[in-house]
């Protein structure tokens, strides 16, 4: 091959390199719209793959799904992709919110929080209504999906409005810790289940791990003509420190702002009882966070902000540092 054609050959190596995979459009992260963020990086491909909820409609009619984006640098993310759709036989059908994606046993499970708009008791007046809604557990061989499911029925109790699922695996055990609604209790809570072995099920009564209100900084939220406050739980993801304490970070609100605290298990592990950090983690209206490391090992945790209004929320994602006793905020990653 003479010196042009080599020239030519390199040139189309370097622009199809350049481009995207066919059909898939690159954004950056502040492109993209986005509640509760949740990042898994899969070393199996080398993508970080983020997941979005987004509904779809079938036949006329509206279910709820999950899209994912993928990245190998947290920068250009390709995508979307749809990897899950609610089947619509479930129990119920209606919008996921923060979809969650664990690698367990070789397998890629989906802990995926449902909605409906199906009333199952009497609203209190000025209240919002009690609706079916639940966290349900979907698995796959492939973290772009397809996630099916075990069964057409919720992980977390059926008479309990839950939501934000996640998992912990602890001594060989897995398990699921989630969120019971505010608007059911008042005080929102941290709950505790145990999973079967291949999480097809819960395998154990619920267990309330803390309230809302026990942390300092959850302040609570007034509503109009009601002399109660509520007092919210959201976003829910354990992580163990480099000296071993089991650390739970959560969302509520302090003084009106969406804000993520600490929680810490005294004994070290999962079932407490857990103890609130007196300073909160990151007070500036974002929250729903989850913590990952990076290829390169870089300790990093994501979440949204702002939490208000709505359409605005983007992923934002902090470098964490792990002092053995606590989790600190670092720089924000220039993204």
Known sequence: MDLKNQSLTLFFIIVINALPLCGQTVKKLSEIPIRDPYIMPDKKSGYYYMYKSASVNTSGKVMGGVEAYKSRDLKNWEGPVQVFTVPDDNWITGAVWAPEVHTYNGKYYLFATLNSNI????????????LFRGTQIFVSDHPDGPFLPYAKVPHTPM??????????????RPYMI?????V????????L????ADLSAPAGDPLTLFHASA???STGSSHDNISVKSYVTDGCFLYRTKTGKLLMIWSSFMNGEYAIGIAESVTGKIHGPWVQQEKPLFTQNGGHGMIFRTFEGRLCMTFHRPNSPRGQERARIFELQDTGD???LLQELTL
């Open 119 to 130: 009333q199952w008791k009497k609203e209190q007046q000025g209240w919002p209504k009690y």
């Open 159 to 172: 008479d309990q409005m839950a939501l934000d699922g996640t998992l912990w695996v602890e001594e060989g």
């Open 178 to 182: 989630y969120c019971h609604e505010w």
């Open 184 to 191: 059911q209790v008042i005080d929102g809570t941290m709950v």
């Open 193 to 196: 289940v145990e999973l079967s």
């Open 215 to 217: 942390a300092g900084w």
């Open 326 to 328: 606590t989790l600190q």
